[in-house]
């Protein structure tokens, strides 16, 4: 009997083991074993049945609340609609985004996304050892013939908050956070600067570049310089960064300061409340990424293109949230300048 009892409290503990490897095993695709970053099909019209599409997010990962969130819910969306399996790498570091990119192409993976102008080096090089392989990137151009390049008119949609910024700043000092200083991250503040220039000519714009895109902590610490400063008004361009700012804004908020920011990518509003976010740039990586991949699903991706989006697209631009906070009469302003924008009377700078 006690032979027959510690036989099966070895069995107990090895399958406790077992299991708790299995829930529990961290990886580098967003979650444990259970979430591993993989939409399973749902009721849809088929068309994406024995589709696999991949998609590697840069340093910011999946979660950032802005720009690869959008792009993985747009790769969920794709994979309800059509059954095709989606599923995401997360890259802790530049290092990471060769190997992840060679990991969705060498499992056959029917197309790869990299998120992100920092892929431009290595989707380059996975491109050209890779001919057959279809590739697609966001915010950078590698002219190959099996890669989608998209870009986005940031500067546009900037100069729009610039605009709100300008007209609603009470201490006549603004700020732009960026996470890393590079050409698309300036096409942001190039923008802004502009369109607060554009309506408030005497204001102030104080710019910080973090030199990271998944740390929310200097992006608080550069939103309490700049709060400290005198500045009421902080748009960030900082990806999980950016994350930052709010928590810090959120905090001074709470204090009774009357502080504000303006997110980026996505409504920002849904995630940090209207409390704090005053407005965002909204950018359609989300539209971009479900688009190209139901192309791909539909036989029509076309590789070897680009495709820049803008304000005349509605790729860039404000949420219908505005309104909670932005007053009537600033929307209105708004939409003038888009409409300069949109016709060419207004060119935006790029940096």
Known sequence: MKKTFSFMLVMMIALTLVLSACGGKKNNEGGTNGDKGTTPAVENDGTGKGKKIGMVTDVGGVHDKSFNQSA????????????????FLESKGEADMEPNLNSFVKEGYDLTWGIGFLFNDALSKVAKENPDAKLAVIDSVVEAPNVASITFA????????????GLMTKTNKVGFVGGMDIPVIKKFEAGFKAGVAAVKPDATVKVEYAGEFGKPDLGKLAASTMYDGGVDIIFH??????????????????????????????????????????????????????????????????????????LKDDAVGLPETSKKNVPADVLAEVEKYKAKIVSGEIKVPTE
């Open 72 to 87: 993985w819910e747009a790769l969920q969306k794709v994979s309800a609609e059509t059954g095709a399996e989606t599923k």
């Open 154 to 165: 940031e500067n546009e949609g900037s100069f729009l908050v610039g605009v709100v910024a």
């Open 237 to 310: 361009a900082a990806g999980a960064t950016g994350n930052g700012v709010f928590n810090e804004g959120k905090a001074r908020k709470d204090n009774g300061e009357n502080v504000w920011v303006i997110g980026v990518d996505k409504d920002q509003s849904l995630e940090f409340g209207d409390e704090i976010t005053l407005t965002s740039m909204m950018k359609g990586v989300e539209t971009a990424v479900h688009k190209v991949s139901k192309d791909l699903l539909a036989g029509t991706w076309a590789g070897g293109t680009v495709q820049e989006l803008g």
